[in-house]
T-cell receptor, first 109, second 116 residues
Framework: EDQVTQSPEALRLQEGESSSLNCSYTVSGLRGLFWYRQDPGKGPEFLFTLYSAGEEKEKERLKATLTKKESFLHITAPKPEDSATYLCAVHGTGNQFYFGTGTSLTVIP | DGGITQSPKYLFRKEGQNVTLSCEQNLNHDAMYWYRQDPGQGLRLIYYSQIVNDFQKGDIAEGYSVSREKKESFPLTVTSAQKNPTAFYLC???????????????FGSGTQLSVL
């Protein structure tokens, strides 16, 4: 069965303190791994799609990487406005997307 | 602007009552989904539909029903059989599956359902 595990559950960083979020997955035939940002009381906002091991994508202070078993979301010099829950999801050969439980990031000024 | 509109933003259900959550999209996407989000849990799939007049159960379909009479609309009914309906409900859509490199989900802004 397709499965996604995210760690840590929560992360508190000082402004400017870089770190990484982890997404471990098992999937039969990866069609895509997705990162989303979710603010409280709102729907998830798309960040990145990764398709194959070795692929990397960047957007402002965020960089997503992918291996055959996990993905990392690297946050460089975070700002308070980066505080949110970050969700990881995979899409396998079935018709469903499987989500992790998310990492709640708090960036302290 | 293209997007997904969910309404209402907040909804309250009385015991024994059925309530319907609305989801409309103008992205011309074929596939639509309903997810339930509870604190500390990942998004769980309730129902999904890939074409009009067809839909499939997800992992937690019991106590819910859907219809897909139009491509743009995918309403979710929370029936009285759903004993623990309090949650944040998210509607999503994606382009036709199998096309390849653009199958990401686009989400609405969500409906918070609470029990009175």
């Amino acid at each position: 069965e397709d499965q996604v595990t995210q760690s840590p559950e929560a992360l508190r960083l000082q402004e400017g303190e870089s770190s990484s979020l982890n997404c471990s997955y098992t999937v039969s035939g990866l069609r895509g791994l997705f990162w989303y940002r979710q603010d409280p009381g709102k729907g998830p906002e798309f960040l990145f799609t990764l398709y194959s091991a070795g692929e990397e994508k960047e957007k402002e202070r965020l960089k997503a990487t992918l291996t055959k078993k996990e993905s990392f979301l690297h946050i460089t010099a975070p700002k308070p406005e980066d505080s949110a829950t970050y969700l990881c999801a995979v899409h396998g050969t079935g018709n469903q997307f499987y989500f992790g439980t998310g990492t709640s990031l708090t960036v302290i000024p | 602007d293209g997007g997904i509109t969910q309404s209402p933003k907040y909804l309250f259900r009385k015991e024994g009552q059925n309530v319907t959550l609305s989801c409309e999209q103008n992205l011309n996407h074929d596939a639509m989904y309903w997810y339930r989000q509870d604190p500390g849990q990942g998004l769980r799939l309730i129902y999904y539909s890939q074409i009009v007049n067809d839909f499939q159960k997800g992992d937690i379909a019991e106590g819910y029903s859907v219809s897909r009479e139009k491509k743009e609309s995918f309403p979710l009914t929370v029936t009285s059989a759903q004993k623990n309906p309090t949650a944040f409900y998210l509607c999503a859509s994606s382009p036709v599956q199998g096309i390849g490199l653009n199958e990401k989900l686009f989400f609405g802004s969500g409906t918070q359902l609470s029990v009175l």
